[in-house]
């Protein structure tokens, strides 16, 4: 679609310092983006009340009168100026704070205005304050009147400055008033047709100025549909083109690493999600394309083997492999587990973290160019150029959304062709979202837990009620279990957070004399957070007081009890993960939630959901609901160029998913889309994505 790309300075209402600000705060500079800048939120506009109507607990309403007489009140602070407003069935009070001298010289008494705003009765008095005001025309009336009134997101500095959402709601209305002709179709007349979908040009009208909700329901729903589709086009196309070009290393046979491992080592049966997902690694790496896949899998849902079993895969072909996780913690715990397991076969596991000594680092060096060293464990200091590896297979990367996507990158310089990848996350969001986040990733879930498993018992508790908690606490602890304390520690309040933690610290050895205590927190020293979690996981220590550090990973089977303090205070999949750090072993665990008992309304839904599931999909999904767009963690690492105005991808599945199959079964039929039918849709789609930094090709 081309406009004429006017400098929005010469739009009216617009100017050369707004038009900065445009390109500054919103990063618009060009009419056509400014058409794509779509409201947050509807207001109902389409009636006009009576002043004798209005009731303080009606949202924003509008009115028209006239201004019967200003007055100044207050004094320093509270000082404002009110106007009474009347409309012949009674009077309204209006009230500004600021730009008071404005709003005297701009306002005429006895002139005909429509006012909106949010009524609120101070003492007796029905008041607005700050309302939009403008004169009654018929042309304003025209275009204020409409129906559902579009409100517009703003910053801080654009408000100043006068570019308020009512501002940008004029401007929008100048821009279309300026557009002679339609809005050139951006989706195929087929595809129009097919799906009944509004045209471009009447969507983005009804869209900026609807004039029913359900026209502005249907505008919206092209919109979303025409952005999600093009991505989905973006990701099928490159994926299917990935795997046409990227060349990698076949294991081409099961081999008596993986055999004996499967028939002597493994110390219980293997689930049948675990199967399956290994299947699907074995069927993706005896290819010769370079697999990129990620395995999602609940926290305890055993990763761990699968990766396991996978590395025995490259291992029996003659290829090394490396395991990186986030924390040092994680990946000693990694190397012991694999060390152990392993330890009935020739195969050689070793660790590298950044506090793996100069001495020992050259040996592992020399071990891994020659061969002789397996698996490399690690933290991400095994990406670092001066880690050469004879032949690397397989990199598997845990607890994907602790690293970015240009670290992942660097693990295909590692060898000739680059190494398999197998990315594995516990954050458990749905497949179609998976898909799309991880776009350049194939998608194995583990869906099923280890047989046996008792589920976590959660319990709310407040924390002015201790004694019995701490009661149960002694009887666990009697009964030679271990328990986790966690204490928030967030950067904004860092200091009494601290203080919190060590005071509990200090409190725990005190009520449980009996058993020793120790404390892990992320100011520690990684050497001294490592022995301590050493301890822990040796069992020397019987109560572990700590800090989300032991979120992810961390797998004490003996630890049965969590207790969360002022656990309101942490987001929902954080509870998750740690709560999965229990609940590992044969007896049966729990997971305490301890707040004030003041808590707000979103505080409270937490701890529901909380206490009603351990099923880390539903949380995630939940958390989606109350946490809202944009904010999943791992959305700004995904590494998918997503340009989205309207679509949001974690409420907008089914539309996700349906876009998918789109794509799909266009791309089937047309693979370059290069049939005249699809000749718009190849257009559009590299005009969106061709500029797109693409981490696959660049790494
Ligand atoms: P996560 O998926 O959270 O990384 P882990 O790999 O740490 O989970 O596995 C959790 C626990 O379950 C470990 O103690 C592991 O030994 C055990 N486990 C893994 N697979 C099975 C299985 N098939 N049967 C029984 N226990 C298993
Ligand atoms: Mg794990």
Not at 240 to 268: Q, S
Not at 408 to 418: D, E, F, G, Q
């Amino acid at each position: 679609m081309q406009l004429p790309e006017y400098e929005l300075t010469y739009l009216k209402g617009v100017g050369p310092q707004r038009a900065r600000l445009l390109a500054e705060e919103l990063n618009i500079t060009t009419r056509q983006q400014l058409l794509y800048y779509f409201p947050y939120k509807y207001i109902d506009r389409s009636r006009i009340y009576k002043i004798d109507e209005l009731t303080a607990d009606m949202p924003y309403i509008q009115v028209i009168g006239s201004v019967v007489s200003f007055q100044e009140a207050g004094q320093g602070r509270s000082k404002r100026l009110t106007a009474t407003f009347s409309d012949g069935t009674g009077t309204l009070e209006l009230v500004w704070f600021k730009g008071t001298k404005f709003i005297t010289e701009r306002y005429k008494l006895g002139e005909k205005y429509l006012v909106f705003g949010k009524p609120a009765v101070y003492g007796q008095q029905l008041t607005i304050a700050h309302p939009e005001m403008d004169l009654a025309t018929d042309q304003n009336l025209r275009r204020l009147i409409q129906g559902q009134q579009a409100f517009y997101l703003t910053s801080e500095k654009m408000k100043n400055a006068g570019l308020t959402t009512y501002m940008m709601h004029k401007v929008m209305f100048t821009l279309f008033s300026t557009l002679t002709t339609r809005l050139p179709e951006t989706l195929p007349n087929y595809l129009i047709e097919r799906l009944h979908l509004m045209s471009l040009d009447e969507s983005l009208r009804q869209v900026h100025f609807p004039t029913s909700a359900a026209l502005l329901q249907n505008a919206r729903y092209r919109l979303k549909l025409e952005e999600l589709l093009y991505l989905q086009l973006h990701i099928v196309r490159y994926t299917h083109n990935r795997n046409k070009h990227l060349k990698g290393f076949a294991f081409e046979r099961i081999g008596d690493m993986f055999n004996t491992f499967y028939k002597t080592c493994l110390p219980f049966e293997l689930t049948g999600a675990q199967k399956r997902v290994l299947k699907e690694i074995r069927n993706n790496v005896a290819g010769e394309v370079q697999m990129n896949r990620l395995v999602q899998g609940d926290v305890g849902s055993g990763k761990t083997l699968v990766a396991l079993m996978s590395m025995l895969m490259a291992i029996d072909n003659g290829f090394q492999a490396c395991m990186m996780a986030p924390t040092e913690i994680l990946a000693s715990q990694h190397f012991e587990n694999l060390r152990r397991m392993l330890a009935p076969l020739p195969v050689k596991v070793a660790l590298l973290t950044g506090s793996t000594k100069k001495k020992e680092r050259d040996v592992l060096h020399a071990g891994l160019r020659d061969g002789s060293v397996h698996i490399l464990v690690g933290t991400h200091a095994l990406i670092e150029d001066e880690v050469q590896f004879k032949n690397l297979g397989l990199a598997v990367i845990d607890e994907q959304h602790r690293f970015g996507v240009a670290q992942r990158s660097k693990l295909w310089h590692k060898n000739v062709l680059p190494p398999h990848i197998l990315v594995m996350t516990a954050t458990p969001i749905p497949r179609t979202l998976a898909m799309t986040l991880y776009g350049d990733l194939d998608v194995s879930v583990i869906d099923e837990l280890p047989p046996g498993r008792k589920p976590i018992q959660t319990l709310h508790r407040y924390d002015n009620r201790l004694a019995q908690l701490y009661e149960f606490m002694h009887g666990q602890l009697a009964e030679g279990r271990q328990i986790y304390v966690v204490y928030p520690l967030i950067e904004e309040s860092e200091k009494s957070d601290y203080k919190n933690l060590i005071e509990g610290f200090d409190h725990m050895k005190k009520v449980f004399p009996e058993v020793e205590v120790g404390m892990v927190h992320g100011k520690m020293k990684p050497a001294e957070k490592d022995a301590e979690m050493q301890r822990f996981v040796t069992g020397q220590t019987r109560l572990l007081v700590s800090t989300t550090v032991i979120e992810v990973g961390v797998d004490v089977p003996n630890a049965s009890m969590m207790v969360i303090q002022n656990a309101e205070r942490f987001g929902l999949s954080q509870l998750h993960q740690l709560r999965g750090r229990v609940g590992r072993g044969a007896d049966q665990s729990y997971c305490v939630l301890l707040t004030p008992f003041n808590l707000s309304q979103d505080g409270r839904k937490r701890i529901d959901i909380m206490t009603s599931t351990n099923d880390g999909f539903e949380i995630s999904e939940a958390d989606l609901k109350l946490r809202g767009p944009g904010d999943i963690e791992g959305l700004q690492q995904s590494g998918m160029p997503m340009d989205l105005h309207i679509a949001d991808i974690t409420r907008d599945g089914q539309l996700v998913e349906y876009t998918r199959r789109l794509a799909i079964e266009i791309l089937e039929k047309d693979p370059q889309l290069e049939s005249p039918e699809n000749s718009l849709l190849r257009r559009e789609l590299t005009q969106k994505y061709a500029h797109k930094i693409n981490w696959g090709v660049i790494s």
